[in-house]
């Protein structure tokens, strides 16, 4: 999962990058089951909200881990 392309250690910047993609997607998820679950319009209004926050940010940082070389299973983010 993690690795890098010029490197066979990964740097601490990069790592963190990918804790951070992880952390969007999990967000996502997160915003996704209030969304689906929630009554409140007000809460659904704040689910989509925080959903497409999540996935702008999760957008960005999978550009910037390809712009750095990092490789990761792109399989894991697929279905946002």
Do not use: P, W
């Amino acid at each position: 999962f993690i690795t890098n392309s010029k490197r066979h250690r990964i740097s601490k910047a990069d790592r963190n990058l990918l804790r951070s993609i992880q952390q969007a997607k999990l967000d996502m998820e997160i915003a996704s089951g209030i969304f689906n679950t929630c009554l409140d319009s007000r809460l659904i209004d704040i689910a989509i909200y925080e959903e497409n926050i999540a996935k702008t940010r999760l957008d960005y940082l999978i550009r910037e881990a390809k712009t750095r070389g990092v490789k990761f299973n792109i399989e894991d983010y697929r279905d946002y």
